[in-house]
């Protein structure tokens, strides 16, 4: 069966895992000013164990979300899948990811002439750009970029297996 293969050709230099053949090479380059490092996959591929812990919280913030975000993925690997379909009644989904999904349907549900969700198919990092600018005032969305190295490294000594 599909194990999350892709149609994308991947880089000449991508190198496959040794315990899981998956490539863990986005392709893509950093942003960052004078980087340019190759990025790598933070994500849980098929096969791959979700600590306990995350999974709980991750499953108590979804049972109090009146929102959800879903991005750049199919929500085909459970059990994170099922976290999008957790929050309150009614349940609002925004689905961003170049692929389609089996949620795009209940993202584009409507309520009492409302839409209750959005599909975007595209970036989420241009996405989530567009969203913080509208959410933060400039000077906060400025120094919340400066601050993504200090983040990045945080989460790095967070992960259990880097």
């Known amino acids: 069966g599909d194990q999350g293969q892709s149609s994308v050709a991947k880089p000449k230099n991508a190198l496959q895992c040794t315990t899981c053949g998956l490539t863990h090479r986005?392709?893509?380059?950093c942003t960052q000013k004078g980087c340019k490092g190759l990025l790598k996959d933070s994500i849980i591929?098929?096969?791959d164990n979700l600590e306990e812990g995350v999974l709980d919280t991750a499953q108590d913030h979804a049972r109090r979300s009146d929102?959800?975000?879903?991005?750049?993925?199919t929500m085909q690997v459970t059990p994170a899948c099922e976290l999008v379909e957790m929050g309150q009644t009614p349940l609002r989904l925004v689905i961003c990811n170049?692929?389609?999904t089996?949620?795009?349907?209940?993202?584009?549900?409507?309520?009492?002439?409302q839409?209750?969700?959005a599909r975007v198919f595209g970036d989420c990092d241009l996405l989530m750009k567009h969203v913080m600018r509208e959410l933060l005032p400039l000077d906060e969305?400025?120094?919340?970029e400066e601050d993504r190295p200090k983040r990045l490294l945080h989460y790095d000594t967070q992960r259990t297996n880097t």
């Open 26 to 29: 986005t392709g893509r380059r």
């Open 67 to 73: 929102l959800c975000l879903s991005l750049g993925t």
């Open 102 to 113: 089996a949620l795009d349907d209940l993202a584009g549900e409507i309520n009492n002439g």
């Open 115 to 117: 839409p209750l969700g």
């Open 98 to 100: 170049r692929q389609e």
């Open 141 to 144: 969305v400025k120094k919340w």
């Open 45 to 47: 591929n098929f096969g």
